[in-house]
């Protein structure tokens, strides 16, 4: 069965940096696209980025391209989500999410596992 444990959320004051961990287990997953969603309250699940695990191929919202970094350490079978130059409307929960497919895609109905999501707080 595969999980996904999300860890390294708190609060930061904005132009800060924060680093979010993804811990994968129970799979395969070098055939797997790895991805990080996020959620304000009241607003719709925003895809944040995403990663191939097998050649490293990285995909980018909008809003935080430039700003956030996602990678992967195969030995550890974690994915990080570097966030830095952090503004207030980043603040919502981070969720951690596998697509077996590995077609790197925005969707988050293409993404078949989910973590429990992480807060992320930032104060102007």
């Known amino acids: 069965q595969v999980q996904l444990v999300e860890s390294g959320g708190g609060l930061v004051q904005a132009g800060g940096s924060l680093r979010l961990s993804c811990a994968a287990s129970?799979?395969?997953?070098?055939?797997?696209?790895l991805g990080w969603f996020r959620q304000a309250p009241g607003k719709e699940r925003e895809f944040v980025a995403a990663?191939?695990?097998?050649?490293?191929?990285?995909l980018y919202g909008d809003s935080v391209k430039g700003r956030f970094t996602i990678s992967r350490d195969n030995a550890r079978n974690t994915v990080y989500l570097q966030m830095n130059s952090l503004k207030s409307e980043d603040t919502a929960v981070y969720y951690c999410?596998?697509?077996?497919?590995?077609?790197?895609?925005?969707?988050?109905?293409?993404?078949?596992?989910w973590g429990q999501g992480t807060q992320v707080t930032v104060s102007p």
């Open positions: 999410a596998a697509d077996r497919s590995g077609v790197v895609r925005m969707a988050s109905v293409f993404y078949d596992y």
């Open positions: 129970g799979g395969t997953f070098s055939s797997y696209v």
């Open positions: 990663i191939r695990w097998s050649n490293g191929y990285t």
